[in-house]
């Protein structure tokens, strides 16, 4: 079965400095990508997906990831974070022709001052 | 972009009591809607998986009886708790995907027992 691993519970950050939060998954089997994002008392977000194409992908609110089908990994990246980037992120995979999102077990990304 | 609504946000009720939540996509027809749940400081709980105008699919180990799925139309499901009981309390989530959507995701609802 297809599963996900977020290698970090949690990462400080400072202010504008850049950062990674990492995610593999286990399956090789054709995949889909997808990084979400969720605030406090509130529902997932989507930040961007890997579904085709080229391997970078970029999303919104300036991150952006790389699917690396060698190394089976999906990080996340960001050049200059935000105090407004504090949050819980969830990377996600679903085999192609599934329906079921398998989720990491969150990276909670907090920003220092 | 795509919109889930999700309502109510924040419910508080009494033991023994059963709650209804409600999940609508509002910009899209979803044929597949899923309803998760998180505890504090965890990843979400996939409960179960349903189709527009069939039955849910449950999970293994969530009982079918105590969270009731219905979706009935392409753009609602609604999840009853029967019969809440204060280890019921949790946060909901549902999401709804299209034919070829990725998954949208509801603000989720705050479940509280007494």
């Known amino acids: 079965a297809q599963s996900v691993t977020q290698l970090d519970s949690q990462v400080p950050v400072f202010e504008e400095a850049p950062v990674e939060l990492r995610c593999n998954y286990s399956?090789?089997?054709?995949?889909?990508l997808f990084w979400y994002v969720q605030y406090p008392n509130q529902g997932l977000q989507l930040l961007l997906k890997?579904?085709?194409?080229?391997?970078l992908v970029k999303g919104i609110n300036g991150f952006e990831a790389e699917f690396n089908k060698s190394q089976t990994s999906f990080h996340l990246r960001k050049p200059s974070v935000h105090i407004s980037d504090t949050a819980e992120y969830f990377c996600a995979v679903v085999d192609q022709g599934a329906q079921k999102l398998v989720f990491g077990q969150g990276t909670r990304l907090t920003i220092n001052p | 972009g795509a919109v889930v609504s999700q309502h109510p946000s924040w419910v508080i009720c009494k033991s023994g009591t059963s709650v209804k939540i409600e999940c609508r996509s509002l910009?899209?027809?979803?044929?597949?809607m899923f309803w998760y749940r998180q505890f504090p400081k965890q990843s979400l709980m996939l409960m179960a998986t349903s189709n527009e105008g069939s039955k849910a699919t449950y999970e293994q180990g969530v009982e079918k009886d105590k969270f009731l799925i219905n979706h009935a139309s392409l753009t609602l499901s609604t999840l009853t708790v029967t019969s809440a009981h204060p280890e019921d309390s949790s946060f909901y989530i549902c999401s709804a995907r299209g034919p070829i959507q990725p998954q949208h995701f509801g603000d989720g609802t705050r479940l509280s027992i007494l």
């Open positions: 399956s090789s089997v054709s995949v889909y």
């Open positions: 910009d899209f027809q979803a044929t597949t």
């Open positions: 890997y579904l085709s194409g080229s391997t």
